[in-house]
């Protein structure tokens, strides 16, 4: 079995919502490697990286989906991204 791995790549933002959104942008251009969890992204300032903000909100759904909407989501979980 592999073992499981974080990239730590810095990059600069205006704040944390739009922290997420470059880090969300990023995961999913790079999500149909079967090697990234991209769900599990998360950002943090740089002067505290042990505390991490998730991007996506990753509940888990009825039929054993999780959600892939952006943590801060108005409205319900869904499995697809709204358009």
Known sequence: MSERFVAHLPFTATDLPAARQF???L???VSFLSE???AE???SFEDEQGV???VF???PLADR???V???DHDGPCSPKRPR
């Open 69 to 71: 909407r952006r943590v």
């Open 52 to 54: 991490r903000h998730r």
């Open 41 to 43: 992204v998360t950002v």
């Open 65 to 67: 989906r999780r959600c």
């Open 57 to 59: 909100c990753d509940l």
């Open 36 to 38: 990234v969890d991209a």
């Open 27 to 29: 995961a999913r251009s």
């Open 23 to 25: 880090a969300g942008t």
